[in-house]
T-cell receptor
């Protein structure tokens, strides 16, 4: 499985955009980038995923660099309820396993 | 919305007891998974299943077994609970329709304490 590297923690002001980076320099051509988040005492929540193109849904945008070696998750208008641990995962193309690393702890501050 | 329901949020069992953790999904997903989550170790895959009566070992299957008699239900069994199985257990499901382009959807977890 390709490994991912994320900052341990980040802060963001409420109402501002939160930009969470992820490095995945060993990603293979057919591996997808997935983002999840986990709010304390709950199960991980799926946010978004993509292969090459940028993706947007009602929760967030995913920007993948042209060489696919890194990506950024953007929460356009962060709220206090977005405080969580955010996981960037590159999914193995040969199996179903999702490998969760330590993630980024995002704190949205009032 | 996909709903993955785990039968208990909190469970306390004694060492040596047989423990059943139940998970039900309502989206007709083919794939179901059991993970455990521990501080500093992240999520680790215990078992998964691609179909009814099918099961595959994950990364840490020792001390666990699973049962999938119906498509919507995936049970994790601790044959003889031990204190090192105290953990948060997470069930997840996904569709097989899109191959690898298919996100996992998680339940809210069962926090098991073995005393």
């Amino acid at each position: 499985d390709a490994k991912t590297t994320q900052p341990t923690s980040m802060d963001c002001a409420e109402g501002r955009a939160a930009n969470l980076p992820c490095n995945h320099s060993t990603i293979s051509g057919n591996e997808y980038v997935y983002w999840y988040r986990q709010i304390h005492s709950q199960g991980p929540q799926y946010i978004i995923h993509g292969l090459k193109n940028n993706e947007t849904n009602e929760m967030a945008s995913l920007i993948i660099t042209e060489d696919r070696k890194s990506s950024t998750l953007i929460l356009p208008h962060a709220t206090l309820r977005d405080t969580a641990v955010y996981y960037c995962i590159v999914r193995a193309s040969y199996g179903q396993n999702f490998v969760f690393g330590p993630g980024t702890r995002l704190s949205v501050l009032p | 919305d996909v709903k993955v329901t785990q039968s208990s949020r909190y469970l306390v069992k004694r060492t040596g007891e047989k423990v059943f953790l139940e998970c039900v999904q309502d989206m007709d997903h083919e794939n179901m998974f059991w993970y455990r989550q521990d501080p500093g170790l992240g999520l680790r895959l215990i078992y998964f299943s691609y179909d009814v009566k099918m099961k595959e070992k994950g990364d840490i299957p020792e001390g666990y077994s699973v049962s999938r008699e119906k498509k919507e239900r995936f049970s994790l069994i601790l044959e003889s609970a031990s204190t090192n199985q105290t953990s948060m257990y997470l069930c997840a499901s996904s569709t097989a329709d899109s191959g690898y382009n298919s996100p996992l959807h998680f339940g809210n977890g069962t926090r098991l304490t073995v005393t």
